[in-house]
């Protein structure tokens, strides 16, 4: 999608390169893709109206600088509008110090209210504060069991009424137990309820009115569409918001409603949910957000999560063999897993700027799956196949080797002709930082799982001379990278 | 016109502008304050307000259609959350043929509502039956889209038609899910297979098709956990389930249904394409219709991938079922709130 964006600015602003400044007529056709790919991602019409506009203002009488290409430097201005209207950021909890903090969820039927609550839970819990839960969903059948199941997960008490059918009787009671035993934190997990029903409305209004959270947040389904305003306004509106609480967004979701909420309601996003697990809460970031939005990818989120995860010692020790010029099919195997360690190979590719396409065209093949048929053939060998595959394997060890894996022969043929072409490329990204070398390993894994494509060695080539290519290549990017934000930050 | 509650008929889209207001008395208000806030609320009804003199354009008989009023017909359209591109489209057919005249606004959303309504309209709109045997339905979605309460009212639905129905508990992986359904279950007076949390749900297809079969049971509705189509092994394991039903009964499953929220955007796309490739769905039940959100993602998802709608779910309650009805769909879909 961003290079949809980038191309239909381009075309309209080609032949501005260089001279002139950008005017509303120039610019208009270009803003058009923009304004197609924020609807396309979810964002409420009246918002993306809004928005274009202020982009144009902003944009307007922009000198069109020599060096720069005219639609990435529009795409500049949208980018960095995004992230103003998301932000600014405020992840606190506001916990309040020596008295019990109430805060309460709510929002519409199968948004994500319990298992966001669960998590919220968790991540007070991990701060070192007492939490309890306290079970109001009285409306869905067996909602407080989940509760109760997360809580015994996550090993935090969870407050379930006893008989009582009035949920604002239910928090009340709850938030007095709390607060008679000392409990730092209080979660209230409400029930779903649309926005329209003026009756559950109000009932969420004397909760609000009856307990007094300190904090309510609103949790919102990325998938939403361009009801998102409607309902975050009704519920902005019975109980004034301090928060969101994006949750889904492991999947391919735009995520255009965190645009149509924030400017909404006016008030922050403050995490997003990210998988079914009980630790998939993460900070909200609306640089990151405004690029999902844009289709741009997510590599800052994929770095921060690779630095998280890698395994440091073995990273380090993969990096001095890699320099000391060894790399090995022990090495390949190693660095597989580490990467498996993210997640998803779907969820990892679909993080990283440009490959969002790629993820499309490989959506037939299950990349986790072929991940591991190649584990198995890398298992299936003996220590000093794997160290020297391209010289050892003759035809009859990948007979055994193809049996031993329960795979076809062709398939360890491959792996030894893909690892050929790769160990070349593998020591050259030795010198890299974390974040191209993760670009590379992706480019390459995306390589060598996808069934039309081969990695093998380029002709006539060493692999030190395109590592040199590389480089250049990579510093050419980082200049230009720094030339736009320098001239981003002298902009604005 | 009363069995078919869409929940905004003409008279609630009126109701609806002191209705907005009410929410936030000003003693609501009062009680937490904030300059800013209370600034930002009153610019925010002075926007409601323009919204409706929108609707009073739309009202006004006779309208030229030019670049304006196209421009409102976009909006209009693009809430529906029909999608960009279809919005497109249906723009330029319509500026071929009106532009430049005065027409009646009605004639021109008539028009909109009649090609929407020629791709929504199928012939298996209804639910495909075995012609012996138990009828298996797969019910399949991403998390929170409602299939566990739909399968209680599709429950509801086909015992109120004298049909013997058997659940599949196949959830086995959100909390208490099993007990959602078992609850449902013995409130409707069902039989229910259910099965141990974390166990492989492809073994309670298998044990509640058994079911069907051995208890001359006519329905059998097995439900799944919530998946999102980005994740390869969840979908993997759809395809397994189906996989295992076929094996028992080769007609089955004979429907394989794709809730959908109405709430959900243009990613209702792509979890059609995903469920269709992993599970072969055969048809939609569109959930959630009774509140603010129109739906109207199913425009291009029908379109796109030929999948009829066969069920509107408009409430909580058990009787909260619809079969699908074009007519009425397309009559309220543009409807300004």
Not at chain 2, 305 to 310: E, N
């Given at each position: 999608m961003f290079d949809s964006i980038q191309a239909s600015l381009s075309h309209a602003l080609t032949a501005l390169r260089g001279r002139g400044k950008l005017t509303e007529s120039n610019m208009r056709e270009g803003l058009e893709g923009v304004r197609k790919a924020m609807l396309e991602a979810d964002v409420a019409y009246d918002v993306v109206g809004e928005f274009i506009e202020r982009v144009s203002v902003d944009a307007l009488g922009a000198k069109v600088l020599e060096s720069l290409d005219p639609a990435q430097q529009v795409v500049g201005i949208v980018h960095r509008e995004l992230v103003g209207l998301m932000g600014p950021v405020d992840h606190s909890l506001h916990l309040e110090q020596g008295r019990t903090t109430i805060l309460m969820l709510c929002g519409l039927q199968g948004s994500g209210k319990t298992t966001s609550c669960a998590k919220l839970a968790k991540k007070i819990k991990e701060q070192g504060r007492g939490v309890m839960m306290v079970a109001?969903?009285?409306?869905?059948?067996a909602a407080i069991e989940q509760l109760v199941i997360l809580g015994r997960q996550i090993d935090v008490a969870v407050y379930t009424p006893?008989?009582?059918?009035d949920p604002v009787a239910v928090c009340k009671a709850g938030v007095a137990k709390a607060k008679a035993e000392g409990i730092s934190v209080v979660l209230l997990d409400t029930a779903g309820r649309l926005a329209i029903d003026q009756e559950l409305m109000a009932e969420l209004s004397r909760i609000d009115k009856t307990v007094g959270p300190d904090q309510v947040y609103l949790v919102v389904d990325?998938?939403?569409?361009?009801d998102a305003v409607r309902s975050a306004k009704a519920f902005h509106d019975a109980l004034e918001l301090d928060g969101i609480v994006m949750t889904k967004?492991?999947?391919?979701?735009?995520?255009g409603a965190a645009l149509s909420v924030k400017s909404v309601t006016g008030v922050p996003i403050k995490f997003i949910g990210t998988g079914?697990?009980?630790?998939a809460l993460e900070d909200f970031h609306p640089d990151r957000m405004a690029g999902r939005i844009l289709g741009m990818g997510d590599v800052l989120t994929l770095v921060e999560e690779a630095q998280k995860k890698f395994d440091q010692d073995e990273m380090q020790k993969q990096e001095e063999r890699l320099r000391a010029g060894e790399f090995t099919l022990e090495d390949f195997k190693a660095m597989l897993l580490q990467t498996r360690r993210l997640g998803p190979l779907g969820k990892v590719l679909g993080m990283?700027?440009?490959?969002g396409g790629m993820k499309d065209m490989l959506a037939g093949a299950d990349l986790d799956n072929d991940m591991n048929r190649l584990f198995g053939i890398i298992n299936a060998m003996t220590p000093q196949e794997r160290r020297n595959p391209t010289n050892i394997i003759d035809q009859s060890r990948r007979r055994r080797i193809a049996t031993g894996a329960g795979v076809a022969l062709n398939e360890v043929g491959d792996l030894v002709k893909q690892f050929d072409g790769m160990s070349a490329m593998m020591k050259g990204m030795a010198g890299l930082g974390l974040r191209d070398r993760m670009k590379e390993m992706q480019r390459i894994q995306g390589e060598l799982t996808n069934p039309t494509g081969r990695l093998a060695?380029?002709?006539?080539?060493?692999g030190k001379r395109l590592t040199a290519d590389q480089r250049r290549n990579q510093k050419k990017q980082r200049d230009k990278e720094d030339r736009r934000r320098r001239r981003d930050s002298r902009g604005s | 016109m009363a069995l078919f509650r869409f929940g905004r008929s003409q008279d609630d889209s009126e109701k609806e502008i002191p209705r907005t207001e009410s929410t936030s008395p000003e003693s609501d208000q009062a009680s937490r304050p904030g300059f800013l806030a209370r600034l930002r609320s009153g610019l925010e009804r002075t926007r409601q307000v323009l919204v409706t003199d929108v609707r009073d354009l739309f009202k006004?008989?006779?309208?030229?259609?030019d670049d304006g009023f196209l421009e409102e017909l976009r909006r209009v359209l693009v809430q529906s959350d029909i999608g960009p591109s279809a919005t497109d489209a249906i723009l330029a057919d319509i500026a071929v043929r009106y532009r430049a005249r005065v027409v009646e606004v009605e004639t021109v959303l008539d028009s909109i509502r009649s090609g929407l309504l020629e791709r929504l309209?199928?012939?298996?709109?209804t639910l495909t039956l075995a012609t012996s045997g138990p009828t298996v339905i797969l019910v399949t979605g991403v998390n929170g889209s409602g299939k566990t309460t739909s399968i209680a009212k599709l429950a509801r639905f086909l015992s109120r038609d004298g049909k013997r129905v058997v659940l599949g508990?196949?959830?086995?992986?959100?909390?208490?899910a099993v007990e959602q359904l078992a609850l449902w279950a013995e409130r409707l007076g069902v039989e229910i297979v259910r099965g141990e949390m974390g166990c492989d749900p492809a073994s309670v297809a298998h044990r509640a098709v058994a079911v069907a079969i051995a208890g001359n049971f006519d329905i059998c509705i097995i439900d799944t956990a919530g998946r999102l189509q980005t994740q390869a092994n969840l979908m993997q394991e759809l395809s397994k389930i189906r996989r295992v039903v076929t094996k028992q009964?080769?007609?089955?499953?004979h429907e394989v249904l794709l809730v959908l929220d109405?709430?959900?955007?243009?990613n209702a796309l792509s979890q059609a394409r995903g469920f269709q490739e992993a599970a072969g769905c055969t048809g939609i039940v569109l959930a959630k219709?009774?509140?603010?959100?129109?739906?109207?993602v199913i425009v291009p998802v029908t379109e796109q991938?030929?999948?009829?709608?066969?069920f509107v779910g408009l409430g909580?309650?058990?009787?909260?079922l619809e079969p699908f009805d074009p007519e009425r769909f397309v009559a309220v879909l543009f409807e300004t709130t």
């Open positions: 109001a969903d009285l409306q869905r059948p006893d008989g009582e059918r990325a998938m939403t569409g361009q967004l492991d999947g391919d979701a735009r995520g079914e697990q009980v630790d990283i700027p440009g490959m060695k380029a002709k006539g080539d060493t | 006004r008989e006779g309208r030229l259609v309209r199928f012939k298996q709109a508990a196949g959830d086995t992986f959100r909390a208490a009964l080769p007609e089955a499953p109405a709430t959900a955007g243009q219709l009774d509140g603010s959100a129109r739906g109207g991938f030929h999948l009829p709608v066969k909580e309650g058990a009787d909260d």
